[in-house]
């Protein structure tokens, strides 16, 4: 196919549109906030880490945790480093994170309906090498 790269990015872009999904209560109802908290679970990390593991710049990093911090889904203390900044999820962030990956799970097994475990497993590999 003479554009094969520019139809594959277009599908991920059709794909992505189906993605989008709405939770039910408060700021937890974006993908973004779904990204933030889901890779918070595991454990605490720096502001820089999560916002190159996330590719945000700094400052629209900083936004979107000083709004989690407001709601009270993530704490963040200054770490040993003065500079870094450790998130973690406070109690309702570790509740809310939960109910995203469980919304997310649902979403997901109607947008994935049409393929098998292995192509999934596939697909996930190689959408992880392209997200780095």
Known sequence: MKYEKTETLLALYRV?????????AGSTDSMLTAAILIGLEDAPVT??????HLAMKPAAMS??????EEEKLVGKKT?????AKILSLTANGKKAAAQLREALEEHGAGIFSRLAAPEIA??????????V
């Open 16 to 24: 992505g549109r189906r993605v989008k999904f709405a939770a039910k």
């Open 47 to 52: 502001l820089s880490e999560l916002g190159e």
């Open 63 to 68: 936004e979107q945790i000083a709004k989690l």
């Open 79 to 83: 770490g040993k480093d003065k500079r």
């Open 122 to 131: 596939l697909l996930h590999k190689l959408l992880q090498r392209l997200a």
